[in-house]
């Protein structure tokens, strides 16, 4: 296992402090098992849940913490709404908003928002651009499916655009290939990952790799339609069980820990995700590892807050395009508890000094 650098945790009425090391709960105390299901395979997205697990934050918390990769062909949202499902659940807020109003009947609940902003772009070249959404006219616009598209849409709509009628729309893979191959005019790619890719592919005519200013890039943060991402979820049912606000407490403050260590130490995190299995490349890792502290810090509430005009958009977006037929309202979130999970972690939860680092592409991400 590894050692943390420092770490500062207060659990309960007890204190569990150590000075260059954290020891696991004491030997009385047996730890709870709960399980976390991921929303993709391992990779630098979930980094500060694998450093929790693997610098023995969780199990300084008492817990035994089992961190589930979520096959292609099924939604980490669904599992996570099973009566006999993992306790914890990170899902984008869109598609679990969706769900619970589907015939699934999920009463996830969101307990943590350390995403604090959307890491969505299109992409075009810049030989044939598409610098704004009222630029998909006529275009071959792609996007993925699977509620991934919704910001897209709705940017696009925002500049009173319909899909298929005013734009093609374009079922992407989760790859970069369409666009590689010029058979689309512009693809949504996230900045953390599919963005990276095309940075790592040699361009042919140069025999280099592709450069950020051969290609316009529509952020979505600036257009208005960015709608959260991952969050922390957890059952309403399992959370009124006794005892269960307390384990959701103290999972979400060695999360936090874990965060805060993937933001001061990128490239050991990086590591750590590797070591559990990744099949993503080291330059691919380092690259995504940068990109998501960016998604994560600063936290103006503290990490795991809710900004509150970004969750407004969010269900605005999914009303106005008829996803969701009635508003959530504040039950389907809850803020008291990161309130009291930030109270248990010493050190920085706000990240307001952070600044990006600059992480080269490598061939193939290699």
Known sequence: MRQPTRIGIVLGTTAILAAGSIGSATAQDELTPVDLQLQWFAQAQFGGFY????????????LDVTINETPSDQAPQVLGSQPDGPEFTIAWVPRVLEVRESEVQSDLVNIAQHFQRSGTLSVSWADNPVPTPADFAGKKVGMWDFGNDFEVIAAGRA???EPNVDYERIIQNFDMNAFLNREIDVAEAMI????????????PETG???QPEDMVIIDYNEVGTAMLQDAIWAREA???EEGNEDIATRFLAASFQGWQHCRDNPDECSEI????????GTGHQAWMMNEINALIWPSPDGI????VDTWDTTVGIMLDAGIIENDPGEGVYRTDLADAARAMVEGDVTGDGFEKAVVEPTPGGE
Do not use: C, H
């Open 159 to 161: 500049a009173g655009l």
């Open 192 to 203: 953390y990952n599919e963005y990276a890719q095309v940075l790592e592919t040699e361009d």
């Open 208 to 210: 280099t790799l592709f």
């Open 51 to 62: 450093a929790a697990k693997d610098l023995g934050f969780y199990e300084a918390m008492g």
């Open 304 to 307: 795991g807050g809710l900004p």
């Open 238 to 240: 399992w959370l009124a």
């Open 273 to 280: 995700v590797a070591d559990n299995g990744s099949i993503l």
